[in-house]
Nanobody, 115 residues
Framework: QVQLVESGGGLVQAGGSLRLSCAAS????????MGWYRQTPGKQRELVAS???????GVVNSVKGRFTISRDNSKNTVYLQMNSLKPEDTGVYYC?????????WGQGTQVTVSS
């Protein structure tokens, strides 16, 4: 199995920055895509950003130009750099790892952006 441990959430003022980290352990050789979803109040969980094992990235339109996803394969870690944060970015951010036969999730980390 793959285990994911997230870190880096917190409280920040609008316009500020945070960097989320997601460290993978276990059967890391089975990991294909990784990325981040978020759960915002009153909304369904949405995909924010993803990165393939080859480094191809994608982000949702609402965060383009503000969020950047990256992956350090030597550390088995994925990062989400979040700049110019807005109150609507507030939510719980979940890291995921897509393997050949399943999706593994982290425990979630709270991001709160105050206006």
């Amino acid at each position: 199995q793959v285990q994911l441990v997230e870190s880096g959430g917190g409280l920040v003022q609008a316009g500020g920055s945070l960097r989320l980290s997601c460290a993978a352990s276990g059967r890391i050789f089975s990991i294909q895509d990784m990325g981040w979803y978020r759960q915002t109040p009153g909304k369904q969980r949405e995909l924010v950003a993803s990165i393939s094992s080859g480094g191809r990235t994608g982000v949702v339109n609402s965060v383009k130009g503000r969020f950047t996803i990256s992956r350090d394969n030597s550390k088995n870690t994925v990062y989400l750099q979040m700049n110019s944060l807005k109150p609507e970015d507030t939510g719980v951010y979940y890291c995921y790892a897509q393997t050949v036969d399943s999706v593994r999730w982290g425990q979630g980390t709270q991001v709160t952006v105050s206006s």
